[in-house]
């Protein structure tokens, strides 16, 4: 099941007494969390009928309790348990679980774990209940989220755009949904998200950035490359050497793919938007395989060096400049 399956669940009225909410993924997590009150009590009903705890201060007696207990001025109550990975003696809630109220909803949020198959708990949170367990995007999913998230608020964004944003914010959902909202606050509809947009209330440069760096490095461009690593040298957060070496690893073991493509629809392939891959083209055709293959390594290479295997305090900047003369050098071999 799928968060928003949840949420057409709670819209609809038809509920499981039990939600529990596991995995990886944080920000489905507290999507869903947040919005329990909101899709199943009515603005009157919240003050008498929903509770919240948090595992860490949550003792099992006073939850159960909670559970156990009938609505006020209300067909049902909502009993939230946040941080529920935290909580002493949750097992003790199995008692609970082989017979829940009709009239409550409890919905569990349980970040970074997953329940233990082998527990007779875990079976009757499955049996009564629905479970969601939660997973980090991979990079390929990243740009289709975001567009969904855009749809779903009626909004646009130009391709290079949202590129730019998913390469500075990375895989961190709840991030990304707080920059998107900052866009659409500052964006008035019907207007489409630009770069400049990104630029201004980001505080990414659309020119300066890691994204730009790759493209100057896929079409052998070292003065442009050198030009974007100064600019990282006299703003050090913009894109640190933890950034920008990951990205380039990621684009470079993605160009290889491009061999092994054949005719295929290569954007589905590459698992990038079709405006990027001319970009991973580019750099096929003017590395080589083997060209590729030495840049992995020198990558692996500076990346020890980065944080001190092999190398005595080279700043990040020169580590940077070596690297990309000695990219560009790899052309061909």
Avoid at 96 to 109: D, H
Avoid at 128 to 139: D, I, P
Avoid at 248 to 275: D, E, H, Q, R, T
Avoid at 298 to 306: D, F, G, K, T
Wanted: some cysteine; charged content about 25%.
């Amino acid at each position: 099941m799928k968060p928003e399956d949840i949420l057409q669940q709670w819209s609809s009225g038809k509920t499981a007494p039990v939600y529990w909410l596991e995995g990886e993924e944080e920000y489905f997590i507290e999507q869903l969390l947040s919005q329990a009150g909101e899709r199943l009590l009515t603005p009157e009903q919240r003050d008498f009928n929903l509770t919240v705890f948090y595992g860490r201060d949550c003792q099992w007696a006073d939850l159960m309790n909670a559970c156990r207990r009938y609505p006020m001025f209300s067909e049902r109550q909502v009993v939230v348990l946040r941080e529920a990975q935290a909580m002493r003696d949750l097992d003790k809630m199995e008692a609970y679980l082989e017979q829940p109220m009709a009239t409550t909803i409890w919905v569990v949020g349980y970040k970074d774990k997953k329940l233990d198959a082998r527990k007779r708990f875990t079976k009757l949170v499955k049996e009564k209940g629905v479970v969601l367990t939660t997973r980090k995007l991979y990079a390929n999913e990243l740009h289709g989220w975001a567009e969904q998230w855009l749809k779903a608020n009626r909004r646009t964004m130009q391709e290079r755009a949202l590129s730019l944003l998913i390469e500075h914010v990375g895989d961190d959902l709840s991030r990304m949904a707080n920059e998107l909202e900052k866009l659409l606050l500052n964006v008035p509809a019907p207007n489409q998200i630009q770069e400049e947009h990104i630029e201004r209330y980001v505080g990414i440069s659309r020119d300066y950035n890691p994204f730009e760096l790759q493209r100057a490095l896929a079409n052998r461009q070292l003065p442009k490359a050198i030009q974007i690593i100064q600019y990282f040298e006299s703003n050090p957060k913009a894109a640190p050497i933890q950034l920008v070496l990951p990205t380039l690893y990621a684009f470079f073991s993605k160009c290889i793919m491009v061999f092994g493509a054949g005719g295929g629809n290569l954007a589905a392939v590459l698992g990038v938007p079709p405006f990027a891959v001319k970009d991973y083209q580019a750099a096929a055709q003017q590395y080589g395989y083997n060209g590729l293959e030495q840049i992995l390594f020198l990558l692996h290479e500076y990346n020890l060096r980065s944080v001190g295997v092999g190398d005595s305090g080279t700043p990040d900047g020169e580590l940077l400049k070596e690297l990309v003369v000695k990219i560009i050098r790899s052309a061909g071999t």
